[in-house]
């Protein structure tokens, strides 16, 4: 569904991304781990258009992307920090997109914002949310469309234990629907019900991309935290842990 | 076509800013005509507004208006909308409520008191300025990454357009003094939108001084139905072209 | 009372007519010229419409020649359609067209030489080298003719009302349009010129010179190549005329030069590139005139001693004032100048603060003039503040000490 190949992106002296090939597949989730600035979101921006790669390119459905941003529509992008208009209501906001995107209703899915009853934040302006509800608002937009492929940026971060557990609720009834759900997160504990495969990152390169079975297998661990944090723990700068992991 | 736009236009009239600058408008321009017996008199201190505030005002507003707006920049981006399509709503948007704030604010009042030609020239010159330094801001702003920086950059730009440019004028006009640069000074005129606004309502203005010398010239070719052509012309480019290398930077450009 | 009047009147128009000849197609007499030769002193010669071809026309006796409904007296551009010498001579109500034209002689439609006692009235000339033109006369009256001309360069043109070498002239109520010189004076005195019109006309709408003890009163004068120009001379009052639309590179309203003991009064100059410009001029009262959207409304040169610029009004003009030089003598008081920025604490209507009325920017344009191309920018305007707040480069006596808040009331 998304194949990546040979990306390189580089800012001044910092290399984001460096030489990263992969593809994902539908009805996979993927979680994307890794340091903070290794790399993740300049990843996720690059398959959504917003940052340009110097070179590589990007496959959408086996349609080389470039520049070009119809493909936007399959996509649901629910952004680490959602920001938004600070005049604009909730409300106005959900009709605005509904309007730019002129999709019939029925083909709307509204799930997210019945369940977290955002129908009651309507006329709020979005400068006067929290960071938590500005999140909910972020991750009903990204399901709203229905879109085959969902780009979660730390969806869970900020949310009180129960709106998250209705988000990952969402995402597993999704990722049974066949859909194709791209995951960054630090909390590895909510991930764990979820994900199909791990892809890490570390400085801008990938270090493994392998299906969860496989990894439980290799570390020994069961939960998903404790796998990586061995393999964080265990690292050689020189990143000799892959062999342990690739033999 | 119209939808981005129009959110982007009812964004900005929200923040009531651009009512309280229409008000400014109106009322500056109003209490001119009120004080001054001589309507030209009042048309000489508009015209000063229009080719001083017009163009900072434009750009700061603006520069502004982008950093305040680079949110829903950004959720329009994950939309399956072209950047292209994003920035020229944006500039759309800004463009049509600056511009009629100054059609309100100064237009109302011109075409009560004084719609003659050179309140005309007036409208005209204003328009345009607001339109092009719209688009000179958003290049501006589509270059500097940061706030700061941005507006640091417009207050630059007008520093230059309104005052800088001219003394290089003057100063290479007395230092080839003795070379015949009246045709010269014709295309130095085009290259700066103010000046060239300047002379167009000059042409109305006064146009017994630009009888005399070299004026004549002006006269001769601004006066002119090509003349005219001609700066509605390089006022057009003055406006597409910025804002043409601001949607190819912005193309380009890491969100 | 009336009776006797009536027959005095009666009396006297008897006594100076005398007899009526009538000219005309279908009469007995068909050419002026023959009508004119059978006349005698006193007698009126009655020209009914027609063309009349008849060469060069000349009159010396002392009769009046009235034309009826104006016939056409054709020069066909080969001859002087008229001449006149002598004294006691009245034409009018003639069309005269296509008089003789030349490059090197002042050929004219009316060529009064020698003479004493005419009066020229009501006739039109088109089209001809020198409309009407005076020498060596005295008391002639020109009045009531409209003078149309088709010039087109300064060279091959003639002047409308040409008059040399004359006294007491009385040039009033004509209009005069397309020649070289609109009104043309060279050495003539205790002339009157009142209420004409002269218009586009290529060089001057009038044109003095070497002409004193003249007055002229209630002209317009528009839109001619060069304005008016009054030069030599002394003793000149210009009072009520209106100056408008004399625009181009060397155009004023009035160029004065060397110009002594004259008064311009109540005068307008509205729309002219230069309003008055003065060379050499001394003791000129400049009074009560009206300055309006000219591009200069005065320059005075730095050679012009005495002269006394009061209780103008001006306005609207891109520049008030312009000199050439550091050193005016000329004094400038009571004036109303709409840039003024002052203010009148003791409420006397006389502003208590020096007005400059030369910019320092119209300095720039004297030494530069293709700096006008900056007229108005931001940049002119902070240089003239600064120089209003400390002045460097203009003149600092040509200032008025007492500047009007109000401007003057016609």
Redesign the interface.
Known sequence: MIRIENINKR?KKLKALDNISASFEKGQVISLIGPNGSGKTTLI?SI?????PDSGKIYFNNEHIN?G?????D?G?M?QIG??????KVGQLFS??K???NEPDENLDNELIREFNLCTIFEKPMRTLSGGTRQKVSAAIAFLFNPSVLILDEPTAGLDPLSSEILKEKIIREKGKGKLILITSHILSDLDELTTHVMYIQEGKIQFLKNIETLREDTGEIKLGKAIARIMKGEDPTGNFISEFLK | MMKLPRYVLYDILRSKIIIAYTLFLFIVSLSMFQMEEDSSKAMLSLMNIILIVLPLVSLIFTTIHYYNSYEFIELMLSQPLSRKRILLSEFAGVALSLLSSFMIGVGIPVLLYSASETGFALLFTGASLTLVFTSIAFLASVISRDKAKGIGFALLLWFYFTLIYDGLVLLILFSFSDYPLEKFTLLLSALNPVDLGRIFIMLKMDVSALMGYTGALYKDFFGSGAGLLYTIGIMTLWIIIPLWIAVRKFNKKDL | MKFIAIIIILAFSVSSFGNTITVGKDKSITSISKGVALAKNGDTVKVYPGFYREGRITVTKQITLIGINFPVIDGQKKFENLVVSGSNIKIMGFHFIDSKHSSSEDYSAINIIDATNIIIENNKITNAHFGIHIANSTFCTVKGNDIVGQAVSEQSAGNGIHIWKSSHAFITNNHIQGHRDGIYFEFVTDSEIRNNKSENNIRYGLHFMFSHNNYYAYNTFRKNGAGVAVMYTHHVRMEHNIFEQNWGTASYAILLKDITDSWIINNQFISNTIGIFMEGCNRIDVKKNIFSKNGWAMKVQANCVDNVITNNNFKSNTFDISTNGTMVSSSFEYNYWDKYEGYDLNKDGIGDITYHPVSMYSMIIEQNPNALILLRSFMVTLLDKAEKALPTLTPENLVDRKPKMKPFQL
Do not use: A, E, Q
């Not at chain 1, 941003?69 to 529509?73: L, M, P, T």
């Not at chain 1, 920001?83 to 604009?88: C, I, S």
């Open positions: 800012f921006k959504l258009g917003m940052v340009k520049g941003f119809s493909y936007r529509k996509i992008y952004p920001r938004y208009p600070d005049n604009m605005m997109l309007n730019i995107r």
